[in-house]
């Protein structure tokens, strides 16, 4: 068999041929949105998968055809090959997951897992982000720009909530799913009543660093609807501060963020960033306390983050903080510049980019201090440009843009 016979067979496997990952409606569920949905991992809650006529191939054929395959398919919707390989059979997941490598080092978005690694450290991931007005979501897709067919790869989505004294940002991996005890759900942010503080929550550790003590808890939901498959806790990842602009001056807004998941060493020579390998499956409930309702309520105590029992805040070495590039007065225009590359086309408050904030005393490279991490701005209406690279993810740089979307009154 011809390697491009090998590869039209893998493109058809998602219409079941053979005994490929049967799975009834959810196969058909998801068959609908491989072109515009990175596909989830298997549901941990799905009956083991037969093995069928592909998972008897010698090794060695298997580990040479995914190989060949990971090599030609680099940009989606192509990649999608890749991901039918991972769901063929368990013998064919274990060799893909073990060939396909993370964002940092390949540069490449394949696996739901990639969204919470960090990303490459030359060039940048080049993402944009289109606002839906009426509905109040924001969907970040790959790519440069949008495309003409409007078949773009969409990898995050997160629904604007307005509460009382707070706005949140829910974060899912689909469009049509932003319940927190969704399997789906990524995580979510939230601000202060100006405004002006942001907190970036993660639905997992992205390390195996320390826990403080769960702060208050405030939302009750009934223990039956929680899946004991959804993670116990939300781990509070960053900090966006934007400062209060109390003289009304003109300019652009000015933040920090620091990234208390991911180590100032980070960025020094030889350092690196958290990155996990998988989402979690289940949480030892030991190894988080948390004071449980009265007998007679049938209710357990969760923090406003939704369905967790207590929002945690990671704690490690001392945090990466990020801080807006300042831009300059160009005096022709009469409005502050910043280079963007040609990135962004439309003048907007909201944009911004981000630089690693050090002191001299930390050693970091003059290059690395100078080089932009994050930036974010406008190409047209409802319509921006989103690029980030190491040691940010795309969930992290996905949460710091929609700050931006929150009215700050106090800022401006």
Known sequence: MSFKSIVRELREMKDGIGNISRRGGERKHWSNRTRSHIVPDVALSDPPIKQGQWANLPPELLLDIIHRVEESEASWPARSVIVFCASVCKSWREITKEIVKTPEECGRLTFPISLKQPGPRESPIQCFIKRDRANSVFRLYFGMTPSEDERDKLLLAAKKIRRATSTDF????????????????????????????????????????????????????????????????????????????????????????????????????????????????????????????????????????????????????????????????????????????????VASVKNFQLVAAVDPSHNVPVAEQERVILQFGKIGKDIFTMDYRYPLSAFQAFAICLSSFDTKPACE
């Not at 929550?201 to 498959?229: C, M, N, T, W």
């Not at 805040?313 to 001392?318: F, L, Y």
């Not at 801080?323 to 040609?342: D, I, V, Y």
């Open 170 to 345: 829910v974060i899912s991996l689909v469009t049509y799913d932003f319940s927190r005890a969704s399997k789906t759900y990524a995580g979510k942010l939230r601000s202060n009543f100006l405004g002006t503080k942001f907190s970036i929550y993660d639905s997992q550790p992205p390390s195996d660093a320390a826990i403080q003590q769960p702060g208050r808890l405030s939302r009750r939901f009934h223990e039956k609807q929680v899946s004991p498959r959804v993670p116990a806790c939300n781990y509070r990842v960053a900090t966006i501060s934007y400062e209060l602009n109390v003289l009304r001056t003109r300019g652009p807004r000015r933040m920090h963020c620091v990234m208390h998941s991911i180590p100032l060493s980070s960025i020094q020579e030889g350092g690196t960033a958290p990155t996990p390998k998988s989402f979690p499956q289940s949480f030892d409930d030991k190894s988080f306390s948390a004071p449980l309702s009265k007998a007679k309520k049938s209710a357990t105590d969760i923090s406003s983050s939704g369905f967790s029992r207590s929002a945690v805040t990671v704690t490690s070495q001392e945090p990466l903080v990020l801080k807006n590039k300042a831009p300059r007065w160009h005096e022709q225009l009469q409005c502050w510049c910043l280079n963007f590359k040609g990135r962004v086309t």
